[in-house]
């Protein structure tokens, strides 16, 4: 079965930097789109960040210029690094990935059980 596996999640300051790893095992092929949703306390799921096998990137407005993901598609392995970090991005991100087409609506294919980033004040 696929699995994602995310990591690197924790408690950090405002302002300070987390990186977090997504990796996949149990998959042979490429997924065309990987990416991060998170859901903080009393909100809605909402995509962050998405990238496609070719490179191209979606940021959610609230971390452009903050947040930067990669991915090695060879790999299936995705990357979010998280700068200047607010309390408002406190929540639990989760990697998920589809096999074709984009990361849109509702999330995609597979989903891995989250990481918890806590932003204190």
């Known amino acids: 079965q696929v699995q994602l596996v995310e990591s690197g999640g924790g408690l950090v300051q405002a302002g300070g930097s987390l990186r977090l790893s997504c990796a996949a095992s149990?998959?042979?092929?490429?997924?065309?789109?990987m990416g991060w949703y998170r859901q903080g306390p009393g909100k809605q799921r909402e995509l962050v960040a998405s990238?496609?096998?070719?490179?191209?990137?979606d940021y959610a407005d609230a971390v452009k210029g903050r947040f930067t993901i990669a991915r090695d598609g060879a790999r299936n392995t995705v990357w979010l690094q998280m700068n200047s970090l607010k309390p408002e991005d406190t929540a639990v991100y989760y990697c998920t990935s589809v096999r074709w087409g984009l990361l849109t609506g509702p999330g995609g294919d597979y989903w891995g059980r989250g990481t918890q980033v806590t932003v204190s004040s």
């Open positions: 990238i496609t096998r070719g490179g191209t990137t």
């Open positions: 149990g998959v042979t092929y490429s997924f065309n789109a």
